[in-house]
Every structure is written in C-alpha cells, then in structure tokens.
C-alpha cells in the first residue's frame, strides 16, 4: 500500500511543479512547457543515432534481431502461416486437453515451485481462447499509427517506404512469435487462476534459469516502469486526443469544453469496460476489432476499386521508390528507415507489450500461442497499413502534394498543412464524399480498443511493481481514466513523440532477453508439433 501511494505522488508530482511562469496558460500549453524538454532528452536517447550511418540504434536492433529469429526458425512467419490460421479457428484445440502421447508436459504449470496441476486441470490454464487473445493484441496495435501514422510515413518518405514497411511487418512476425511463447511458458498464476504474464516475467525467470538473476530483476522492473508510462501515454492520452480532434472536425463542435465532453464520455465506456478485467475486454475486443477491421479495410477498398487502373502502376511505384527515391528524401536509407520505424510503430513487435495480452491464453503449449501471435503484424502491418498506403498514394497520383512534407509531422495539401488522419480523410473524401464520416468511426474504435488493451498491459505491469492487492488496481485504473479525459481535453504536442519514444524504449530491455532466452522457444515448438503429430497418430 505504502508503495502504491508513493507512486501516485511520484507520478503527480511534475503537474504540481509546473513553473510559476506557466501559470498563467491553459492545460495544453502547460503540459507542453513541461514535457518538452523531457521530450527532447528522452528522444535524443531512445533514436539515437549510430554515427556515421544515419540510422537510429533502436532500428537495428529491431532489425537484426526480427531477421535473426527468422532465419534460425526456418521462417516460420511464412512456413506456419497457414498452420497459425488453423490454430486460431480451434482445429489442434484437441491436443489441449490430451494426456495420452507420452509428450512432456510444460513448464509452463510451474508457480514459485508449486504444480498448479494441483489447483486446476492444465488445459484450463488462462482466461481466454486463442482468438481472443490475439483480437485483443491486435486492438493493442492497430490504432491510429495505421491511419495518422502511415499516412505521415508514406507522405514524408515516398511511396517506396511501403515496401520496407511491408519487408518490416513480415520480419516482425518471427519476433512475435518469440516473445509470445515466452509470454505464455513463464506466467504466473495465482490460486483464483489469474494470469498474470508478460516480458517482467520471462526476463526475471527465464534469466534466472540461465544464471542472471540479477541482470533479469533489473530488466523486469524496467520494463515494467516503461510500459506503465506507455499505458498512460501512447496507449491512451495520444489515442483519446486523436479521437475527440476526428469528431470535433466531422461534428463542428465549438472547441473550449467539446475535447473535455468527449473525454469523459470515452472515460465512461473504456472504464466500464477494464473493471471487468481481461475477460471482459476480451470479450469487447474479439467483437471490436473484426467489425472496425472489416469497416476500415471496406472504406479503403472503395477508394482503391474506384482507381483501379492505376493499381499497377502504384505497386510499380511502390518497389521502384523503395531503391531508387526521389531527390530530397534522404536517400535509400531515409526511406528505409521511415517504412521501418512506422511498421515498428504500428505493430510494437519487439516491445514485448502483446505478450502481455497472449499470456492470457488458455493453454499447456506456449507455443501454440507464439504461432497464433504471428499473425499479429501480418493483420497489423502488411495489410492494413498497407492499404492505407495505397489509399494515400493513389489520392496523390494528381500531384496534390510533394513527397518528402515538413519533416514536422506535417505535409502542404494546397497551401494547408495537414496531419496523418487529416490527410488519410482527404483521401477519402476524394473518392466518396461521405468517406470521412466513416473513417471517423474508424478512428474512435481504433482508438477505444487501444486504451482497453493498453489498460490492461499497464495494469500488469503495475501489479509487477506494486502488488496485486484492489487499492493499487484501483489506483492505477482511475489514473489510466483520468489520463484519456486530459488526453481528450488538451492539445499535447510534445506527448505525441515523448509516448513514441517510451513505447520503443520497451525494445532495448525486451530484446536482450529474447535474445538470451530464444533456445526455449525452439523447445517449446518442438513439443507442441510432436504432441500434434501424436495426436494424429
């Protein structure tokens, strides 16, 4: 209890600190005074450039360690795609509850020592299906990044940051699957059989079975502080501000009091939902996601149908623009990173948060979720940011504005500068002019299914931190609420990058231990296909 409340302080402490200087602004610009120079630090640390390559050191670890894992599983992105598929639908749910093949039980049934076997069938083991997990994953991180963010990426770096993006999102599939079966061998569970899982526990006991006890408490606990600021920040500040600036735009409401309005109805309907836990949003996100998914998908399939002519020559641009840019976009390089560091944006692999949400899954074979999981960035990245690509480049196939925008964040579409969602309803607009108002409902059901999963992320890894008692829960979800009514509420520019930055600072502890700890993976696979086989048999 002591620790929750001195977290709370620690927390608020900056908003009661604020300069007398800035006393005299509103919320958003006193919020900006004080985050922008911690904006500035903390990305000067987490985009830190390699010197002499032009490349941020976050990039290739992401890189390095997406193509490492592929090839040491035989590209299992692509080899187990459709077996991942079969999964999903329930065909191997069989194997779950078998007992008769003489294969190795998991691991995964061990808490602090004790056999859970004891306390439930392993079978049961979690709280929700393999397709609510991955929905509720999915909800994590396919967001406004989809449709603000690549619109921005492909605005800023040409047409050829499609393919590298698309090149990331495959890579990234093998790096799920990694951290998804470690998510699901080395949960937690406790005796009511609540899951409690995620990257603070592969890195605290899967390092201590290696012999690095304290390096794996060390990386635990600060993962566990950096996906408590992401919850607050990208996973909900960020995503409620898009959402009330989208119906602000499409409703004409005045602004003054609207950002606030629309701040507590959000905070109503997502609170509503995580008291629940994860089984409720669980059960909000596996209807959510395919409706808003299907929705969004349908709107950009219109737009590209209605410019089916220039389909073909739009992929000729994408791969052409990939190795031979423009003039003014920096090169190869700059519009390989910019395709890399939007899909590593958009689908987080490598920050370990999805684990999180996949360790919830009911089931004895982590690996069978680490398969599931890697469809995660194929959904996230190479189809629906890719559409939204398309959408973009074919709105600008008349010339409406200059590839390569402000580097600000900001592109001139006739003599206006407009943001990614901006420019993603322009796009729209122009095919159907009703389109808009349908990416608006886009935009809030990205956005809520995002606070709900991320709410959950953060709670868990408040619970590493603080306990699991009812009073820090309830603490941190009454900050997590009161975080998406100042998020709807205020204009924070330098919050937008300073939650970039926090969500792919998760990479750098996250990463070391996948990459100490993979060789379990590869045991786990095994023994989920041998138990498969058997079944079979």
């Known amino acids: 209890m002591k620790y929750t409340f001195l977290s709370l302080f620690a927390f608020l402490l900056p908003f009661s600190t604020i300069s007398q200087e800035t006393a005299e602004l509103g919320l958003d610009e006193r919020i900006n005074a004080w985050f922008e120079p911690i904006t500035a ?56 509850g078998d007992e008769g093949h003489g294969v190795e039980k998991s691991e995964v049934n061990i808490v602090d020592g004790d056999l859970v076997d004891t306390i439930r069938d392993e079978s049961h083991h979690g709280e929700v299906s393999h397709f609510q997990a991955l929905a509720t994953a999915v909800s994590g991180t396919v967001g406004l990044g989809n449709i603000a963010g690549v619109a921005l ?24 699957f990694v951290e998804c079966t470690l998510g699901v061998k080395y949960r937690d569970m406790d005796e009511n059989g609540t899951v409690y899982g995620g990257p603070m526990y592969y890195l605290s006991r899967g390092l201590k079975e290696r012999g690095f006890t304290g390096l794996g408490k060390a990386l635990a606990v600060i993962f566990a502080i950096l996906c408590v600021g992401a919850s607050f920040g990208g996973g909900n500040a960020v995503q409620a501000n898009q959402a009330a600036e989208q119906l602000v735009a499409m409703t004409g409401m005045e602004s003054g009091s609207s950002g606030f309005i629309i701040g507590v ?10 008291i629940g836990g994860i089984k409720r949003i669980a059960s909000v996100t596996e209807k959510i996601v395919p409706f808003m998914a299907i929705i969004y998908a349908t709107a950009c399939l219109v737009v590209i149908f209605a410019n089916y002519s220039y389909i073909d020559d739009a992929f000729g641009l994408i791969f052409s623009s990939a190795f031979t840019p423009e003039a003014g976009l920096g090169g190869l390089f700059g519009v390989l990173i910019t395709g890399f560091r939007r899909a590593a944006f958009s689908n987080e692999a490598g920050a370990g948060s999805a684990a999180i949400a996949h360790s919830a899954v009911r089931t004895k074979y982590p690996a069978s979720e680490g398969i599931v999981a890697l469809l995660e960035p ?25 590839y390569g925008g402000d ?112 060789p379990k993976v590869k045991e786990e696979l095994t023994r989920y296909l041998d138990a498969i086989k058997a079944m079979a048999q």
């Open 41 to 96: 630090v903390w990305e000067s640390i987490v985009f830190w450039v390699v010197p002499g390559t032009g490349v941020p050191l976050i990039v290739i670890i992401l890189v390095l360690g997406a193509t490492f894992f592929t090839l040491y599983f035989g590209f299992v992105n692509i080899r187990k795609f459709p077996f991942a598929i079969n999964v999903v639908r329930g065909k191997y749910d069989a194997v779950e």
């Open 153 to 176: 990426a492909i605005a800023i770096g040409g047409p050829g940051a499609t393919f590298w993006m698309i090149v990331c999102g495959l890579l990234s599939m093998s790096t799920k």
């Open 265 to 274: 109805v959000l905070a109503i309907l997502v609170g509503v939902v995580i």
């Open 378 to 402: 194929f959904i996230d990245t190479v189809v629906i940011c890719t559409l939204t690509a398309l959408v973009i480049i074919f709105y600008n196939s008349g010339g409406i504005f200059e």
């Open 407 to 518: 580097g600000a964040g900001q592109v001139l579409v006739e003599g206006v500068n407009v943001g990614g969602v901006t420019l993603t309803s322009l796009a729209f607009e122009s095919v159907i002019p009703w389109f808009p108002y349908i990416l608006t409902l886009a935009v809030v059901l990205f956005a809520v299914s995002t606070m709900i999963s991320w709410s959950y992320y953060g709670l868990q890894a408040w619970k590493y931190l603080f306990g699991r008692g009812k009073v820090a829960d309830l603490c941190y979800k009454l900050l997590f609420i009161a975080f998406i009514i100042i998020g709807a509420s205020a204009s924070m520019g330098a919050v937008f990058a300073f939650s970039d930055a926090m969500i792919l600072a998760l990479v750098f502890p996250n990463m070391l231990g996948l990459i100490l700890l993979f």
